[in-house]
């Protein structure tokens, strides 16, 4: 059974901060690894896709790297700002229809 | 282009009570999957849906059941509710080709409170 961990819970930086991530899963056959931001009572709003045949994926502030032998994946903020704040979840898929969800890291961004 | 919407926002049901939650795909998508998010929790797969036939299901009763229709649409039902069930129910659709292939796009969700 997949089981998928994610470090730190909670977080909080200053404005400005580059911070990192991070999502780790215990079975390495994964399909794809998609990572999401959930702002409080709402739905998730998907950030990155990440193939298993990939190492990583880039959209603006953003970048997500895969590792599947180690079985980790990192979320990489750069210059993050007040409007970053949200709970970021790493999902693993194996079957390529069901993803399995780390419980978030609680994000906290400061003016 | 048109996001995946679900309906209603908020539900309140008793316990044994039976609920209808609905859901609209992105345009383009054939495939619709369900969630369930318990407070503090991440979601839980409940099942998939694709070309209207069930392709895979999680850890869930089969009080819990859905139906897509012809247009992709799709209903989770549960039955006999419990306190238990009380959650954001979020549905997810995903496009069967292209570079966004198995990226799943997320509705808002349906908070439904079982008193």
């Known amino acids: 059974k997949q089981e998928v961990t994610q470090i730190p819970a909670a977080l909080s930086v200053p404005e400005g901060e580059n911070l990192v991530l991070n999502c780790s899963f215990t079975?390495?056959?994964?399909?794809?690894l998609q990572w999401f931001r959930q702002d409080p009572g709402k739905g998730l709003t998907s950030l990155l896709l990440?193939?298993?045949?990939?190492r990583e994926q880039t959209s603006g502030r953003l970048n997500a790297s895969l590792d599947k032998s180690s079985g980790r994946s990192t979320l990489y903020i750069a210059a993050s700002q007040p409007g970053d704040s949200a709970t970021y979840l790493c999902a693993v898929s194996n079957s390529g229809y069901a993803l399995n969800f780390g419980k978030g890291t609680s994000l906290l961004v400061t003016p | 282009e048109t996001g995946v919407t679900q309906s209603p926002t908020h539900l309140i049901k008793t316990r044994g009570q039976q609920v209808t939650l609905r859901c609209s795909s992105q345009s383009g998508h054939n495939t619709v999957s369900w969630y369930q998010q318990a407070l503090g929790q991440g979601p839980q797969f409940i099942f998939q849906y694709y070309r209207e036939e069930e392709n895979g299901r999680g850890n869930f009763p089969p009080r819990f059941s859905g139906l897509q229709f012809p247009n992709y649409s799709s209903e989770l039902n549960v039955n006999a509710l419990e306190l238990d069930d009380s959650a954001l129910y979020l549905c997810?659709?995903?496009?069967?080709?292209?570079?966004?292939?198995?990226?799943?796009?997320f509705g808002p969700g349906t908070r439904l409170t079982v008193l």
């Open positions: 990440i193939q298993s045949s990939q």
């Open positions: 997810a659709s995903s496009p069967a080709s292209g570079r966004s292939y198995n990226e799943q796009f």
């Open positions: 079975d390495s056959a994964i399909y794809n």
